[in-house]
């Protein structure tokens, strides 16, 4: 699996209403933007366009239903992200990692040549 980061995807994704979004995708099964817009504090026309940013980068697809559209969350482009936020999230762990260690080098270097005052 490719874990390479995907700005696209980490765009659409940072988006807390379009998270919400396949929060309640997830957990119905799917939906259209007309059902979405019971759940969520924006236009349903506003619920149209974020469900086409969440289709561009593949997260969801669109199947026709009646006049509208029906939405379901693609789980391995799903799980694609979370791996890439699981690759990024370690490789930030580690980069942390390092500095705490140049962090507690310095410091003992520093305690280790401070003159202690006599008493």
């Known amino acids: 699996m490719n874990t390479a980061v995907d700005d696209d995807l980490w765009s659409a994704v940072g988006d807390p209403t379009r998270r919400r979004m396949l929060d309640l995708l997830l957990a119905e099964g ?17 619920i149209a366009k974020h469900l086409g940013v969440l289709d561009r980068v593949g997260l969801v697809h669109a199947t026709p239903a009646g006049r509208e559209k029906r939405y379901l969350v693609d789980e391995a482009q799903l799980a694609r992200a979370v791996a890439q936020l699981a ?7 580690a980069r942390l990692q390092r500095i705490k260690r140049l962090a507690e080098s310095i410091q003992r270097s520093r305690t280790q040549q401070t003159p202690r005052p006599e008493k």
């Open 30 to 46: 799917g939906g259209t933007a007309t059902s979405l817009s019971t759940h969520l504090p924006v236009t349903r026309q506003a």
């Open 87 to 93: 690759a990024v999230g370690s490789a930030w762990d």
